[in-house]
């Protein structure tokens, strides 16, 4: 057998004088495979990249266990030769693409910086090795791209850049951490199939691939590594991990995906109680028993060590659980969804809705204009949860903001309470229109004021909408969203992703809301968190007969939830109607691509090779379907006259120049074996 | 429950005011010296009248044939025969009584400028910004002569031109500190709430901003000190016998080759509180890591 790229044996890793937050992982990687490292935020799955590259930053080290890459000590080596691994034989891929890339150097001669070419290795002159590597990931027209500037290319362009870069250097371990979290879904999957290409034509480089997205993992990996707390607590093949998990934590996991297919829509998402406990508040003894849905008294609470036992269906299949062999399935969450109040009555009625900016650039050139919404229509019954899908730029938030009265439309009218929203400001907006319409924003972060104490928050808002804001309010509102009493006292900084949106949600229902505009309220949480904030944003919702408005890119998640659909591509609706309609057929070409980038966590999925395309330029003649430059399915009217409004059924619309008869094909996305 | 209870415990730093009373603050050893020093002189300040051993204006002609430091005039005394010790204590009380008046004036109107043209954009930005411009375009020392020619020396003169050589500097770095807060979640929560703008500026986004003007504070009434003891020197300072350190390097200049201490030991009395406020910058700086 071949010697691992990659030995990880007892790795153990602190920052600063606190606890390990690495306790022992176990990791090996062989030439040619990929790697799969899957869990919670805060598992320190970024820390074992970090770790490998022993760049740990000031505070980190290592305090036990052994790193090898290609048989070199990671943890003896010196600065010399360390900086000789990074770069060459090893290179890593980072979350932030925009970021990874210097803004003031053209793409061509930051390439050429790779240390690899720099000291020659790549010959004189290594434009052909570039070129050569930036058709490798993809791109049509690498000439071009040598001369462009970061900021010229779109976050899926810079992140294979980034890719391309890793690869120069020929690594014999490529290390990918989240390479595609923020990006859209179809480029999301546009990566995720180049990585797989490489992996299969490099000719041994071994790949670690880090996620929290299951599908993803699916798409990529080899093996599948599941990381809790600082372990990797199963190990196995990417089949027998998600096909087959034996850790109740990785079924638990896969168990809280919305598109999970034992979960009928409708019913509730699954989720995982509690959090990722911190590394010293860690004692000896299984650190996912607190949290575990199987977790037995008297076994499991016991401050035993454990270790990785085989799986029941063998085959190098490891967990690290005390009841092995005999762990349940997830339980479904007793309680049903309840029923909504729907009177046929709107909340909100949009029509002919259009905003679009116009940028300027500092020294010269033509002013450009961003069209985000272009004659939107659609209206929101009471009660009723409708979601606005769409890549980024699609213009689902600026439809969000006009309505909340942080924009003002250019024209149409967003009729609510009898008046028109469309261009009033919320400064000018009446104190009912104020509460009958609040917002939960995206990022859980920012979402809060730091200075501010939770309790402080809710009292501020529970005036706004005109209650006496007590301290008696405040505890009831604090108790609706399921936080701890003592969260009052306590400031954001102290609180988790997920309690933080539950406190915004908590602000959003402190007044009567009629309408609740959710712009993409979970995509910045774990999975396991998501669906416990979901079917609380639903649970309130139905205590308060409100609306809401969800704004999403997660087409699992909104199929789950919604009744009624928009798709958005660069502000113009290209498919409306029920959520049955809109997932079913027939379907708008952009819907179609939408659906086949979502990719199950099963590694036998076969995902459809969507169309890769460079030139995502919106189209000049004002009227022409805006999807064209994209479409897989464009026919030669396309180009001349705009689609017209199929109306394949009552409340479904299409906006396309083909019959809604051409429209029931799918993307094949066949299953294998 | 152990996680819980002590995420509880865990205090979060963010306020401004948390951070003043923090014991954190003292924790660095550079903002505790300096904190000293300026309690120091607070305290001499405050209880100058019972200290001093002399009136400050009180002239001694016998010790001014030789102002050298003796047993009834511990630091000497001036030129005049007037306590140098006496003038020293009096002087910190109008250094602390015209340094934080006229550093405080400054930063309100920057504070306010900066805020206001961040948070309205457009026309009042412009206006605001290119004021700004202007003011620190225009040579400083011509400045001062205009005032005093124009208007003589006076505590409120004080407290214009320093306001008019700082305001400009504190109104962008307020910007610049707002410009980054304002488009945040939660300011735009606050607009979506139909919160007064008074309200967003004051309660949502000034505690937020703070860290980097309170360091900029402290160093710039270090800088104040300075400032304003060259006002003294030009003679925009407070009108004689005032004792006032900058007036009194002045008057000890002349002597300089012959008894340095007149000059030396008020000059020496400036930079303890320049390097004081410098410390505690440092401490804020640290601090707010």
């Known amino acids: 057998m071949t010697r691992p790229v990659l030995e990880i044996e007892g790795l153990r890793v602190a920052y600063g004088d606190g606890a390990d937050v690495l306790r022992g992982v176990d990791l090996t990687i062989a030439p040619g495979e990929t790697y799969g490292l899957v869990g919670e935020s805060g598992c320190g799955k970024s820390t074992v990249a970090y770790a490998v590259q022993r760049y740990l930053g000031g505070g980190g080290r290592i305090t036990g266990g052994r790193i090898a890459v290609d048989g070199t000590d990671i943890g003896s080596a010196s600065e010399a030769e360390l900086r000789r691994l990074r770069g060459r034989r090893m290179a890593m891929v980072h979350q932030n693409p925009a970021t990874a890339l210097n803004p003031a150097m053209r793409i061509g001669r930051q390439l050429a910086e790779t240390p690899r070419l720099r000291s020659g290795e790549g010959g004189a002159d290594p434009t052909g090795a570039i070129l050569e590597v930036l058709r490798r990931v993809r791109f049509q027209h690498p000439e071009q791209i040598l001369r462009r500037w970061p900021h010229q290319l779109s976050g899926g362009q810079l992140q294979r850049v980034v890719i391309a870069m890793a690869l120069l250097a020929r690594p014999s371990l490529l290390l990918l951490d989240e390479p595609t979290t923020g990006l859209d879904a179809t480029v999301e999957g546009e990566v995720a199939s180049l990585v797989r290409e490489i992996a299969e034509q490099s000719g041994g480089m071994a790949i670690l691939y880090i996620s929290h997205n299951l599908g993803l993992i699916a798409r990529v990996a080899d093996r599948i590594g599941v990381m809790y707390a600082g372990q990797i607590v199963e190990e196995g093949t990417a089949r027998q991990v998600l096909k087959t998990p034996a850790h109740p934590y990785a079924r638990a996991l896969l168990a809280s995906l919305p598109g ?5 829509p409708g019913e509730r998402l699954r ?78 009625d949009v029509t002919d809705l259009s905003r679009s900016f116009t940028t300027r650039p500092v020294f010269g050139g033509r002013a450009s204009q961003v069209v985000a919404a272009n004659k939107v229509s659609f209206a929101i019954g009471k009660g009723d949860i409708l979601s606005l899908v769409g890549e980024s730029g699609s213009g689902k938030s600026t439809i969000a903001r006009i309505l909340t009265g942080l924009d003002v439309a250019d024209s149409g009218t967003a009729m609510a309470l009898g008046t028109d929203i469309a261009r009033r400001p919320a400064e000018t907006r009446t104190r009912e229109l104020i509460t009958a319409i609040r917002i939960v924003f995206q990022n859980p972060d920012n979402t809060l004021n730091p200075a501010h104490r939770i309790g402080r928050i809710l009292r501020r808002a529970l005036r706004r909408g005109g209650r006496a804001g ?26 988790s992703g997920g309690q933080k949106q539950r406190v915004a949600i908590a602000r959003a229902f402190a007044g009567r809301a009629d309408l609740i505009i959710a712009d993409e309220p979970v995509s910045a949480l774990d999975v396991s968190v998501q669906a416990a904030v979901v079917e609380l944003l639903r649970d309130i919702q139905v205590q308060h007969g409100s609306a809401i408005l969800f704004v999403s890119h997660d087409l699992e998640l909104v199929r789950h939830i919604s009744d009624q659909v928009v798709v958005l591509y660069r502000g113009t609706v290209v498919e409306q109607g029920s959520t049955a309609q809109v997932f079913g057929l027939p379907r708008h070409p952009y819907t179609e691509m939408l659906l086949a980038a979502v990719h199950p966590p099963d590694p036998d999925h076969v995902a459809p090779d969507l169309p ?36 394949p059924a009552e409340g479904h619309a299409i906006l396309c120049h083909h019959a809604p008869a051409d429209l029931m094909q799918m993307l094949p996305t066949v299953t294998k074996g | 429950m152990t996680a819980g209870a002590n995420r509880t415990a865990k205090p979060a730093r963010t306020g401004l005011l948390a951070r003043l009373r923090g014991s954190r603050l003292l924790r660095s050893r550079s903002a505790t010296v300096g904190l000293a020093i300026l309690i120091f002189w607070l305290v001499v300040a405050i209880g100058a009248p019972w200290i001093a051993p002399y009136d400050p204006t009180a002239i001694d002609f016998a010790a001014s044939a030789d102002p050298s430091p003796s047993a009834a005039h511990w630091l000497g005394t001036d030129v005049l025969g007037r306590d140098l010790l006496s003038r020293i204590i009096f002087g910190a009380r109008t250094t602390f009584l015209v340094i934080p008046l006229s550093v405080f004036s400054a930063f309100l109107v920057g504070a306010v400028a900066g805020m206001a043209g961040a948070w309205y954009g457009g026309w009042t930005d412009t206006i605001l910004a290119r004021a700004g411009d202007v003011m620190l375009a225009f040579p400083a020392l011509v400045l001062y002569i205009i005032l005093i020619t124009t208007f003589g020396p006076s505590l409120w003169n004080i407290v214009i031109a320093v306001t008019l050589t700082y305001a400009p500097g504190v109104a962008r770095l307020m910007r610049g500190q707002v410009l ?39 160093l710039r009434t270090g800088y104040a000190v300075i400032l304003v003891g060259t006002l003294g020197f030009l003679g925009l300072g407070l009108p004689p016998p005032t004792p006032d350190w900058g007036g009194m390097v002045v008057e000890g200049v002349n002597l300089m ?17 320049v390097v004081a406020c410098n410390l505690l910058a440092d401490g804020f700086r640290e601090t707010a890591r």
Do not use: W
């Open chain 1, 271 to 348: 989720t995982i109680p509690g959090l990722v406990p911190r590394p010293e508040d860690l004692a000896p003894g299984c650190a996912f028993a607190p949290r575990c849905y199987a977790m037995r008294r008297g076994l499991c609470d016991r401050p035993i060590p454990l270790a990785m036992t085989p799986a029941p269906d063998g085959g190098g299949h490891v967990a690290q659980c005390l009841r092995l062999g005999d762990v349940p399935q997830p339980p479904v969450e007793a309680a049903p969804v309840m029923p909504r109040a729907r009177d046929g009555g709107r909340v909100v």
């Open chain 2, 257 to 273: 080759t012959i008894y340095p201490h007149i000059a030396l030991l008020p000059a020496a009395a400036v930079t303890s509180v």
């Open chain 1, 260 to 264: 999970n297919p034992s979960i009928p």
């Open chain 1, 612 to 647: 890769v395309c460079d030139e995502t330029a919106a189209t000049d003649m004002p009227g022409l379907c805006p999807f064209l430059p994209r479409c897989h399915r464009r026919l030669p009217a396309c180009a001349t006259t705009p689609p017209p409004r199929r109306v």
């Open chain 1, 470 to 495: 007590s301290a008696e309010e405040v505890a009831a509102l604090i108790g609706a969203v399921r936080l701890p009493p003592d969260a009052a006292d306590r400031r954001p900084g102290a609180l």
């Open chain 2, 180 to 218: 980054a807060v304002k488009g945040l979640e939660y300011v735009l929560a606050a607009r979506a709430a139909g919160e007064s703008p008074i309200y967003i500026m004051a309660a949502e986004i000034l505690p937020n901003v703070g860290t980097p003007l309170i360091v900029d504070l402290c």
